[in-house]
């Protein structure tokens, strides 16, 4: 066995791994099988999840979170993390909230809403890449921040929004919701961004080896400061569309949503120390998680199990994607 | 001190160590005594330090054993070296830099349980009673962190005789420091001799070697090349016995017109890292630029490069002066620049082939915005076939491939992006002799198009045969220019050691 | 050349110095916030952070972060609530009314261990295990008590007294615990062998093995201690409050304990973080938390405070560390 196994070594690469085997070995290739038996289970489980709008209209929910959850895979794929956007949502929300309860045109309330969603994602990218802090830390800070704002702003009121413009989710292009459309073009055109463009590129070559992407004229402190930006961005649109979902802005909305972020992108196979990962693998996750949850809620368990499955699945997918990294990669 | 009269406190015996596939140390065996100072000397990768870190357990030896005091050990690991009372202490010595200087004497040295209470005052006391054994004045109780480089040094040899080390390395002690702190070490080793410990003095500087050591142990491509007394070799046998290979005519320098200036640098100055350092590369010129590891000579490349731009002096390309403050600025002027550490500053290890080729030039990658596949296969399977490069696949991650081939592609890289000005630094580094020579020819033509090349490298007679001209970098400064025609390497060296007297001369 | 010694000792003044200036400053515009009532208030305000804070801080001085502790807490206070409820039912003796709090620690250093065991056995990164712990072990919570509340009523009075009961001058018992805990946290981390090897560790991880440290082993611990305190926090959230919500209790509150321990010092990049430091972190943000009804802000903007706090202090260590960089370049040219 020795000498079959050093004969090649001295042969100038390893022989390459067979196609399908690259192609099964994915962390995307998981998530989607995960999604097959979800939607097999529920289909035995309850008749509902055979019936395609019904799965639309329980994605509605959970959209705003998953297309946050887009922008922050790059986030992650560039090798920095963003806890901060779920808070960013209810902050921004309730700058809008506020801002058109004060009277300004709603147009204007919502520009105001994403001008300070912008802000807050210049903030991250001014303490991470200004001043060189640990993003983990710094979005812990911005999201006890941003929460704490929204928390001044609306008190432990809820501030309503016109009648007209609340239920964005009940707005149907070709049967399917809105917010939904919105996040399936997102991802169509994150994952076009991400897989074929120079930009798209950059953040997986940084995210593998920032020192080497700079040697090579990669400008990353650009690219990861657009990336912030547009977490921040994107958030602030996310928020907005919450208020409208559910007619009165909360402080407290996407309460615990970083964890649900978060948990798309690794269940999606993203990893978690950067340089890899997939729009689709998220794209997939956020189905799946969809699935899992109204599964649980058509099963009727209680929210509490839902916690806890949560939080579990969060770890089982980073040791999960962890393995099949250091198995397919030396 | 006579070899047979004293027993060995070390004896190693036929020890070989292979990285991936490369042999740096073969079968050497050494004996240390008790109660010398032993120099190990030898050119950057001759093996002297790989040699060092195996006895002091950093390292395991492919082959060979060990015996101290006669019994044979396994030296597995630093912390087993410590036990076995044997200290490395490094250039740049590791430490805990928020501990105090007393608490980094005994971290982790204690056998006793977690939960027991760690003896402030005995350990003050006992920090403080060796740094006067040292006679160096140390407050004990600040923390490491901000301690100057001698100072820690210093530290480290307090550990060493913490733990009652019978043999310490230093490796390469003397570069940082200023001469007289360079007094205070010799005084302090010369103490340690006569109280019978073994020193082990790794250095470059053949003066402080004579005035140290008793023996010298010559090291040359991983080989042992000679034990000796120190008062029966002169400066030109050591010398001859670390370069001694005979130059091999590596290639032929294909007689490429030299034109007009392409690069060239003025009053280049990064305080504390290099002063002053004025040269102009032609086109179709091959510039050497030697010197020790250490010399600064990596830095003036990153800092022409724009990846640690230089506090003050100008860079000029073809005739124009720059400002260059960021890699992609250099790459639209023209430079490309190999880098030293492949696998830091070098290669995306995880990512396939052709996006390590493509890299550098976005433009013709994605005319359009959009990336072109077929652009970056042709890319790919040009530089394949170019530098023949040995892959399964372009596809596969570079790092699958073999340090020589990925550096054939790191050097596509630069090569798609047409540079005028090419730096190469230590570009040959880790490849096995025969891809090297394809290198040696492939620089050579690259020359022989018009390009100007600066090429950084640690080994002479690559330097001597490739290069127009040599300039050598000694501790910061530019110490010569050696024209082709008298670049040997008795020259080279000469300029490249730093002599204690005239640099102090130099700065009176 | 003890320039950053004495940063450092300027840290911990320039949090006193802080910490007056805003009583001050406060006491000039409401007399009232000057008295010794107030004191006892904003003393009030700090035991649970306080004990929480002295792990945590422990944890980031290892080069880590613990987000879970709230949901630690949240379990630990539970299960002794639980226990209060049904001892009569379930036991054949009497829960004595001290039970809880051994029974709230060793719950909490489990569920810290198991924190501990993911990050080191899987080598994750502890953001993340304990992003995913702190939902888990709070849906925990709610299923071991089917999502209800432990009432005053199951509370023992005793362990309610420690907080209302005075031992000398007024000044409650957990008051005296929190800084009794304070003074072994000290003691623990300045004056044994593995405390010490906490900071070596966080102070340079590569090194640390080399030195015979055994890194998985101190991880272990470090996580298991934060665990443990916040189960000790807990049956003191018990005592403090008088009930246990699956849903409230706790929650939030590892905001709170990391802007005070990186106010009180410590720092994110591990190997720095004194004990006295983050006393006063606490204590700086009770004086805060007990202002805002005074000066008629409401209460909501607690957690802003917070997270500005948290801002404020990273950019001020980042300062300190350039500071000491650029000390040492001049010790070295």
Redesign the interface.
């Known amino acids: 066995m020795s000498t079959t196994k050093t004969a090649p070594?001295?042969?100038?690469?390893?022989?390459?791994r067979p196609r399908w085997q690259t192609l099964l070995i994915r962390p995307e290739t998981m998530t989607f099988m995960l999604l097959v038996v979800g939607v097999f289970g529920g289909s035995v489980l309850s008749p509902f999840f055979l019936d395609l709008s019904y799965i639309l209209r329980s994605f509605t929910l959970y959209s705003e979170l998953a297309i946050v959850a887009l922008v922050l895979t790059m986030v992650i794929i560039a090798g920095e993390i963003d806890l901060s956007p779920a808070a960013n949502m209810a902050l921004s929300a309730c700058i809008f909230a506020w801002a058109q309860a004060s009277g300004v045109p709603i147009p204007l309330a919502i520009v105001i809403g994403l001008l300070s969603g912008l802000a807050m994602g210049a903030l991250n990218a001014f303490l991470v890449i200004g001043l060189q802090l640990p993003s983990i830390i710094v979005t812990i800070g911005t999201l006890t921040l941003f929460r704490g704002l929204a928390q001044v702003l609306a008190g432990d009121k809820s501030i309503r929004v016109p009648e007209w413009f609340i239920g964005v989710d009940k707005i149907m292009l070709a049967g399917i919701p809105l917010p939904v459309v919105l996040f399936i073009v997102l991802a169509i055109g994150l994952g076009?961004v991400l897989g074929?463009?120079?930009f798209g590129?950059n953040i997986?070559?940084i995210g593998?080896?920032e020192?080497?992407?700079?040697?090579?004229?990669?400008?990353s402190a650009r690219i990861k400061s657009s990336l912030f930006l547009l977490v921040g961005l994107v958030a602030s649109v996310a928020g907005i569309m919450t208020a409208s979902r559910l007619g009165s802005v909360r402080y407290d909305i996407a309460a615990g949503g970083e964890l649900q972020m978060v948990l798309m992108a690794m269940l999606g196979g993203t990893y978690i120390f950067g340089?890899?990962g997939t729009i689709l693998g998220t794209f997939l996750a956020a189905w799946l998680l969809v699935i899992v949850s109204t599964g649980m809620i058509v099963a009727n368990v209680l929210p509490a199990v839902q916690l806890v499955v949560l939080g579990g699945l969060l770890i089982v997918a980073i040791i999960a994607t962890n393995l099949i990294y250091s198995r397919t990669?030396? | 001190m006579t070899d047979t009269a004293v027993a060995p406190l070390i004896s190693a015996r036929g020890i070989g160590k292979t990285f991936a596939?490369v042999d740096v140390l073969r079968d050497v065996d050494l004996d240390l005594l008790p109660g010398e100072i032993h120099a190990l000397l030898g050119e950057n990768g001759a093996g002297k330090s790989t040699f060092a870190k195996i006895l002091a357990g950093v390292h395991r030896p492919t082959r060979g054993s060990i015996a101290l005091n006669g019994k044979p050990v396994e030296v597995t690991?630093?912390?087993v070296a410590?036990k076995l009372g044997i200290t490395l202490i490094h250039q740049e010595p590791?430490?805990?830099?928020?501990?105090s200087v007393a608490?980094n004497l005994v971290?982790?040295?204690?056998e006793?349980?977690?939960?027991?209470?760690?003896p402030?005052a005995e350990m003050t006391r006992e920090a403080n009673r060796l740094m006067d054994l040292l006679g160096v004045r140390i407050?004990v109780t600040?923390?490491m962190?901000?301690?100057?480089?001698a100072d820690q040094q210093m530290v480290e040899i307090a550990r060493a005789l913490a733990s009652n080390s019978r043999l310490i390395i230093m490796d390469e002690p003397t570069a940082p420091l200023t001469p007289r702190e360079v007094e205070t070490l010799f005084a302090i080793a010369r103490k340690l001799r006569d109280e019978g410990r073994t020193i082990v003095f790794i250095s470059h500087r053949l003066e402080e070697v004579r005035a140290l050591c008793d023996r010298v142990t010559i090291f040359r491509d991983g080989n042992k090349i000679a034990t000796d007394t120190i008062g029966n070799l002169s400066d030109a046998d050591i010398i001859r016995l670390m370069i001694g290979r005979p130059v091999k005519e590596y290639m032929h320098k294909t007689g490429a017109t030299i034109g007009e200036v392409a690069l060239e640098v003025e009053g280049l100055t990064l305080?504390?890292v290099f002063s002053d350092i004025s040269f102009s590369v032609r086109k179709g010129e091959i510039v050497g630029l030697g010197g020790l590891v250490g010399a600064g000579r990596t830095d003036v490349a990153k800092a022409i490069?724009g990846?640690t731009p230089a506090a003050s002096g100008t860079v000029s390309i073809n005739g124009k002066r720059v400002s260059i403050t960021?890699?992609?600025q250099?790459?639209a002027l023209g430079l490309a620049?190999v880098?030293e550490d492949r696998a830091?500053?070098?290669?995306?290890?995880?990512?396939s082939v052709e996006?390590n080729i493509s890299?550098?030039v976005?433009k013709q990658?994605?005319p359009g915005?959009?990336?072109r596949r077929a652009v970056e296969r042709a890319m790919g399977e040009d530089a394949v076939r170019k530098l023949s490069i040995?892959?399964?696949?372009l596809?596969?991650?570079i790092?699958?491939?073999?340090g020589?081939?990925q550096q054939k592609a790191i050097l596509a890289?630069w090569l798609l992006t047409d540079p005028g000005v090419l730096i190469l630094d230590e570009p040959t580094r880790g490849i096995d002799i025969g891809v090297k020579a394809e290198f040696y020819s492939i620089i050579g033509e690259l020359a022989a198009q018009g390009r100007a090349i600066l090429l950084i490298s640690s080994e002479l007679p690559e330097l001597l045969a490739l290069c127009d001209r040599v300039l050598v970098m000694s501790e910061g400064r530019l110490t010569a220019d050696i024209p082709r025609s008298r670049a040997t390497q008795e020259a080279v060296m000469r300029a490249a050691v730093p002599r204690r007297s005239t640099t102090e001369g130099a700065a009176a | 050349?003890?320039?950053?010694?004495k940063i450092f000792l300027r840290r911990e003044a320039g949090i006193a110095v802080m910490i007056v200036l805003f009583c001050l400053a406060v006491g000039a515009v409401k007399p009232q916030f000057l008295t010794l009532d107030q004191l006892r208030i904003i003393l009030l305000l700090t035991p649970l952070v306080m004990i929480g804070a002295m792990g945590q801080m422990l944890v980031i001085v290892a080069r880590h972060v613990d987000l879970s502790i709230g949901s630690m807490l949240g379990v630990s206070a539970m299960v002794s609530g639980m226990l209060y409820r049904y001892d009569a039912t379930w036991f054949g003796v009497d829960m004595p009314w001290w039970g809880g709090i051994p029974i709230s620690i060793v719950v909490g250093a489990l569920l810290g261990l198991g924190n501990g065991l993911l990050i080191t056995l899987f080598r994750l990164p502890a953001i993340i295990v304990t992003l995913g712990t702190l939902s888990l072990y709070r849906g925990l919570t709610f299923i071991i008590s089917n999502a209800k509340q432990i009432d005053r009523q199951w509370i023992p009075s005793e362990l309610k007294g420690l907080a209302q009961t005075s031992p000398i001058m007024g000044i409650p018992w957990i008051i005296f615990i929190a800084f009794g805990v304070a003074l072994a946290t000290y003691f623990f981390a300045?004056?044994?062998?593995?405390?010490?090897?906490i900071?070596?560790l966080?102070?340079?991880p590569?090194?640390?093995p080399?030195?015979?440290?055994k890194v998985n082993q101190v991880t272990l611990?470090v996580f298991a201690i934060s665990g443990a305190l916040s189960g000790l926090a807990g049956i003191l959230y018990a005592s403090r409050w008088g009930f246990v919500n699956p849903s409230n209790t706790g929650s939030g509150f590892e905001f709170q304990v990391i802007a005070a321990v990186v106010i009180g010092g410590a720092s994110i990049n591990g190997?720095?973080g004194t004990v006295l430091g983050t006393v006063l972190g606490v204590l700086l943000l009770g004086c805060v938390s007990a202002a805002l009804p005074l000066l008629g802000i409401p209460g909501t903007s607690q957690a802003a405070i917070y997270g500005a706090v948290i801002l404020i202090a990273l950019v001020i260590d980042r300062s300190v560390r350039q500071q000491?960089i650029a000390?040492?370049?001049r010790?070295?040219?």
């Open positions: 070594a001295q042969a100038d690469s390893s022989p390459v076009i074929g463009t120079i590129r997986y070559q593998t080896n020192v080497a992407a700079r040697h090579a004229g990669i400008r340089g890899r990669q030396r | 596939t690991s630093p912390v410590q590791i430490s805990f830099p928020d501990l608490e971290i982790g040295a204690a006793d349980g977690w939960f027991s209470r760690v402030w407050d600040r923390p962190r901000g301690l100057s480089i305080p504390g490069f990846v960021d890699p992609s250099a790459i620049f880098p830091v500053a070098g290669i995306f290890r995880t990512l996006q890299v550098a976005p990658l994605a915005g959009f990336i040995r892959l399964a696949s596809r596969q991650p790092g699958e491939l073999s020589g081939n890289r | 050349m003890t320039t950053l010694r300045m004056h044994t062998r593995v405390g010490r090897q900071f070596a966080g102070s340079n590569v090194a640390a080399l030195r015979g440290i611990l190997g720095v000491g000390s040492l370049k010790a070295r040219a």
